[in-house]
C-alpha cells in the first residue's frame, strides 16, 4: 500500500503519469496500474484523467494530505529504525569543553560506517559515576582521572583569566597579577588547589565553572576560569580580567573502563585525537 500512496502523492504533484514514473524509476503502464490499485481499494476514483491532463477529484483531494502523512510516518519510522540500529557511544564531557563535543559528534557521524554519540553533560563526579556504573561509553575528565579507568587522548585548556565581582576593587584592573591576589579566597572548581597561587583556596563541588560564578558574584572569592568562558559568558554582577599568573591550565583525558572496549569505543579514540589536532 505504501508504494501506491508514493505513486498517487507524485501523481498529484506532478500531475503527470509519465513524470510521475520517470521520478520514481517506474514505467508509465505501470504506474497507471499502481493508482487503479489504490483507487479499487479506496472504492473511489483519485483522478480525473483525458488524453490532454490529469486533475484531482474531490476525493482525491481529500484523501492526498492523509497519504502524505502516511508516507512522512513510514519515512521517519525508516529512519529511526535506521538510528537506533547502528552503533552508539554515550559521551559524558563537562561544559566548557562543549565545542570539542560537537567536533566529535560530526567526525564519528561523516565516518563509514557512522556511529551515533548520544551526548551527556555533566561535571566531573556525576561523569565519573556514570561511566563506573556503565550509563557512558566514555567521559572526558579533568586530570588526575579515578585509578580504575583508562584515560589517554590528553589536552589542556589555558587559564587566563579572572573572573571578580563587578564592585572588587581588581575589576577594573587591565590585568591581575599573583601578587595582588595575596589575601584572596580563590574559587578551585575541582579537586586541587591552583599551582602557585597565593590566596586561601576554597574547594567548589566538583567543576562547575557556572555555579562558582554564582559564588563569584556573591563575593565568596575570586575564580581562575578559562578565556573560552571569558568570551561566552556576560553576566552583570561579574567581571573577567586578564589573569598573569605563571602556566595555569587545566588538563582532561579521554577516560573509559577498561572492562567495556568495543571498536566504536576505539572510533571514539581516534574521532577526539583528530578534532584536537584539525579543525
Not at 483507487?39 to 497519504?67: H, I, M, Q, S
Not at 590585568?175 to 572548581?189: E, F, M, S, Y
Not at 581562575?224 to 580580567?241: C, E, Q, Y
Not at 598573569?244 to 583525558?253: E, K, M, N, S, V
Request: proline residues 7%.
Amino acid at each position: 500500500m505504501l508504494r501506491e500512496l508514493d505513486c498517487f502523492a507524485r501523481v498529484a504533484d506532478r500531475l503527470s503519469f509519465s513524470n510521475a514514473a520517470a521520478d520514481l524509476g517506474m514505467s508509465q503502464p505501470a504506474m497507471s496500474q499502481a493508482i487503479t490499485r489504490l483507487e479499487r481499494a479506496t472504492g473511489v476514483r483519485l483522478f480525473d484523467r483525458t488524453a490532454r491532463e490529469v486533475r484531482l477529484t474531490g476525493a482525491g483531494k481529500t484523501l492526498l494530505p492523509y497519504a502524505e502523512q502516511a508516507l512522512d510516518a513510514a519515512r521517519a519510522f525508516t529512519a529511526e529504525a535506521a538510528r537506533l540500529a547502528r552503533p552508539t557511544i554515550h559521551l559524558a564531557y563537562p561544559p566548557l569543553v562543549g565545542t570539542l563535543a560537537a567536533r566529535i559528534v560530526r567526525r564519528l557521524a561523516s565516518r563509514s560506517p557512522s556511529i551515533g554519540v548520544e551526548l551527556r553533560v555533566a561535571g566531573r563526579a556525576t561523569a565519573a559515576q556514570a561511566l563506573a556504573a556503565g550509563e557512558v561509553s566514555a567521559a572526558i575528565l579533568s586530570t588526575p582521572a579515578p585509578a580504575q579507568f583508562v584515560t589517554a587522548v590528553r589536552f589542556h585548556v589555558t587559564v587566563d583569566h579572572l573572573a571578580v565581582p563587578a564592585g572588587h576593587r581588581l575589576a577594573s584592573s587591565p590585568k591581575v597579577t599573583a601578587d595582588q591576589l595575596i589575601g584572596q579566597v580563590i574559587l578551585t572548581p575541582g579537586t586541587r588547589p591552583w599551582p602557585g597561587l597565593p590566596g586561601r583556596s576554597r574547594m567548589v563541588p566538583d567543576d562547575d565553572f557556572a555555579a562558582a560564578l554564582d559564588l563569584v558574584a556573591a563575593g565568596a572569592g575570586l575564580l581562575p576560569i578559562p578565556h573560552l568562558l571569558a568570551r561566552t559568558i556576560r553576566r552583570d554582577d561579574v567581571r573577567f580580567v586578564p589573569l598573569d599568573a605563571g602556566d595555569l591550565r587545566i588538563t582532561y583525558a579521554l577516560a573509559w573502563s577498561k572492562e567495556r572496549v568495543t571498536p566504536e569505543l576505539m572510533a571514539l579514540v581516534q574521532a577526539v585525537q583528530d578534532a584536537l589536532w584539525t579543525r
